[in-house]
Structures are given as structure tokens and as C-alpha cells.
């Protein structure tokens, strides 16, 4: 990537349980002004916009940047489920790199329901279909079980039978997230867990309990991109910088091997991750926090070795020793992550943007990484699509 795209300014608002929130085109304007502000930019400086969100009806982005401004410009509307927010930030990315715009918002949001995710249309093929096939034909009853939990739970069980990893691991991760999100107001839950609290909670299907899922939320993020010439023409932080960034979708291997490892998009991770790495010349050694999609804990255990931060089958030990957490080799999830800070689903992938700037500018407050310089976002959206981002603080350029 050798124009480096700026991240000047980023918005979040508070996640919340389903109900008490505002609506979600207050919501996604709010947001808006957030970023707008922290940027320092007015909205008429912004010459596209890409609005994330998933339970929706049409222009449901245009609803919600009307309330900030009538501009005229281009409005993308985009939905690729539970990475629908890092897709609208690829697109606005993509838009500026390449020299159409110098200035684009990335917007996401989502009002959501009580209850597990479900499909809405049932008079046509389900988008998730031949994911699910794979865990109907592995475990009997399975369809009776909601559909993220049965995919998410029984890649976790496939990864427990392949390497043996403990309930308390994953109960671990759980514990873990609990703790980084004391110290975030924007959370929903802030209550520490132990491990045993957790191992305590309803079983959910297999291993998983009730503390392992992240709950429906509602809320909102966005994000302002610009040139670096932008920035310096304009007086901005120029500091912090996409280093490299990649959007995967599935491939063969995902259904080949009827595994739901596979069918939950560890495939999609690594081949997103080692295209990042490859971009920015920075390797998961490098990296100082990283904001991961943990929908479940299953895919949080996935994922740390999708992304290289452990060897495969290695992700036990490396929980246990630590290395996800303050101390350790990297901080995870600092914000606490999707299981303690929600998951409205168009704006998780921009709340992690947010997360991770913060933590690169060093104003986290008490869940500040000390000396953060390098950053990695991994957004999952079955269906599917995997956004993986490198962020890096190269000084207070302006």
C-alpha cells in the first residue's frame, strides 16, 4: 500500500442491550458528529460515505447522514453481516487510496432485537445454507439450535476433539474479556467473571455456557479517512495510518473438508492476515494490541491462530501463559472485546477501528497498552467475509 490512508478521526457511541437505545439513524449520526469532531473536520469536507448495517430496510444510511447534513454526495450502502462495518471502512479505505476521494466516512450501525440472530426471509435460499449443512450433518439435533451458536459451538467442540483444549480455556477467555472491560465505559457488561462463573453459567449447545456468546446489542461507530496530503493541507493528526488491510471471502477449503473450523472462516483469517502482514512488512510478532472478532469465545481461540499470534494447536498454552492479556506477548481485546462490549452488527467493525486508535494515540485511559504503536483489526461475517486492518502510529505528523 504505498499511499498510506489516515485515519483523522474516529466515533463511538456506548453499546447497549436491545430497547435502550436511540434509534438507529440518531444513532449513526451521532456517531458521525463524534468523528467529525474528534477529527476536526466539518461534514461538508466528506466526499463519499460508506454506511454499514444489517436489519435494515434500504437507504437506511441515507436516514441517518441526513441528520448531520444534505450534501449531495455519494451514499454506499453495505451489509456483509457481522463484518459489515470493517467493509464499509475497506471501502472507504480503497476510495482514498486510490486517489477518487481525499476525504470518505466509514459509518456503521444497528437496532437490534432481544434474542440470537436469526434469518428473516424464509420463502428463499438462506445465504448461510451450506455453512449450516456442515454442522447439521456433525451433530444430531443440531437443527433445533440458533444458527451462529450451532456453527460457533461446534467448531469449538471440532477444535477440543482435534487438540484437546479444556472448557476452562475457553471459560479463560471469557474471565479475560470480563477484566479488560472494567475499564470501559462504552461496554455493556463490566462485571468481572472467573472462570468458574462461567463454566457455571446455562449450557448453550456442547461446550459453550452463556457467558461464552456475545450479546445483541445496539450502537453505533464511524470513522474519518483522508490522504495524508489531506491531512497536512488541512492541519490534521496525520499520526495514526492504515499499514495494510484485506477483505477474503471463502473459498473451497471452507466446505471440502466438512469441518466447522473451516466453516466459521479460520481459512478467510489467515489468508486475510498473511496479506496484511505481507503489505505493511510487519509481523504478528510486531503487533502490540490487537481488537479480534470474539462473538464467541470458540472463535476467539480460532482466531488467535489464524492470525499467527500462536502456533496451531497452541492456543491453550498460550492462554493459560498469558501472552493474550497485559504483560503478555500481545493485549487482545483490550475494549473487552464483543463478548463484554456487545455486537451491534454493522458498527463492531468500526468500534474495533475506534478501539484500536485510541489505544495507538495513547488516550485509552485505564486500559491503556503501554507504548502501542501497532495495531490489528480481524472482523468476521459469515457468508461470508474477513476484513483484517494494520494500523501503525508513525509520530505526531501534521
Not at 490512508?5 to 451521532?30: C, R, T
Not at 467529525?36 to 463519499?48: H, K, P
Not at 437496532?111 to 445465504?127: C, H, I, K, T, V
Not at 483469517?269 to 503489505?279: C, I, L, M, P, W
Request: glycine share 12%; proline share 4%.
Amino acid at each position: 500500500m504505498s499511499n498510506r490512508v489516515v485515519v483523522a478521526g474516529v466515533g463511538m457511541l456506548p453499546f447497549v442491550k436491545p430497547g435502550a437505545a436511540a434509534p438507529y439513524n440518531e444513532m449513526g449520526a451521532d456517531a458521525v458528529r463524534l468523528a467529525l469532531r474528534d477529527a476536526g473536520l466539518s461534514y461538508e469536507a466528506v466526499e463519499q460515505a460508506y454506511v454499514g448495517w444489517v436489519y435494515g430496510d434500504s437507504t437506511a444510511g441515507q436516514a441517518a447522514l441526513y441528520k448531520v447534513g444534505l450534501s449531495g454526495i455519494p451514499v454506499v450502502n453495505v451489509n456483509n453481516n457481522c463484518s459489515t462495518g470493517s467493509s464499509a471502512l475497506f471501502l472507504a479505505r480503497q476510495a482514498v487510496e486510490s486517489g477518487m476521494v481525499e476525504c470518505a466516512l466509514a459509518l456503521g450501525f444497528e437496532q437490534m432485537s432481544p434474542g440470537a440472530l436469526s434469518s428473516l426471509f424464509n420463502d428463499r435460499p438462506g445465504p448461510l445454507d451450506d455453512f449450516l449443512s456442515v454442522a447439521n450433518e456433525s451433530f444430531e439435533g443440531a437443527e433445533a439450535v440458533p444458527m451462529a451458536l450451532r456453527l460457533f459451538g461446534g467448531a469449538g467442540f471440532e477444535y477440543q476433539q482435534k487438540y484437546g483444549a479444556r472448557n476452562e480455556t475457553f471459560a479463560k477467555v471469557r474471565e479475560k474479556a470480563s477484566r479488560h472491560a472494567l475499564h470501559n465505559e462504552r461496554a455493556i457488561f463490566r462485571t468481572p467473571l472467573s472462570v468458574d462463573d462461567v463454566l457455571q453459567s446455562p449450557k448453550m449447545f456442547l461446550n459453550l455456557t452463556r457467558h461464552q456468546c456475545c450479546p445483541p446489542s445496539s450502537g453505533a461507530a464511524a470513522a474519518i479517512l483522508c490522504s495524508e496530503e489531506f491531512a497536512r493541507k488541512m492541519g490534521l493528526d496525520a499520526s495514526i495510518v492504515i499499514a495494510g488491510q484485506a477483505m477474503t471471502t471463502d473459498r473451497p477449503s471452507t466446505f471440502a473438508d466438512r469441518s466447522l473450523i473451516k466453516a466459521v472462516g479460520a481459512d478467510m483469517t489467515r489468508e486475510a492476515a498473511e496479506r496484511v502482514y505481507s503489505q505493511a512488512g510487519i509481523g504478528p510478532d510486531d503487533i502490540d494490541v490487537v481488537e479480534l472478532h470474539d462473538c464467541f469465545t470458540t472463535n476467539e481461540i480460532i482466531t488467535y491462530e489464524g492470525l499467527g499470534l500462536c502456533a496451531e494447536g497452541g492456543a491453550e498454552k498460550f492462554v493459560w501463559d498469558g501472552d493474550n492479556t497485559y504483560g503478555g506477548k500481545v493485549v487482545t481485546n483490550p475494549s473487552g472485546g464483543l463478548l463484554s462490549k456487545g455486537h451491534p452488527l454493522g458498527a463492531t467493525g468500526l468500534g474495533q477501528c475506534a478501539e484500536i486508535v485510541w489505544q495507538l494515540r495513547g488516550t485509552a485511559g485505564a486500559r491503556q497498552v503501554e507504548g502501542a504503536r501497532v495495531g490489528l483489526q480481524h472482523n468476521l461475517g459469515l457468508g461470508g467475509a474477513c476484513v483484517v486492518t494494520m494500523y501503525e502510529r508513525k509520530g505526531d505528523a501534521r
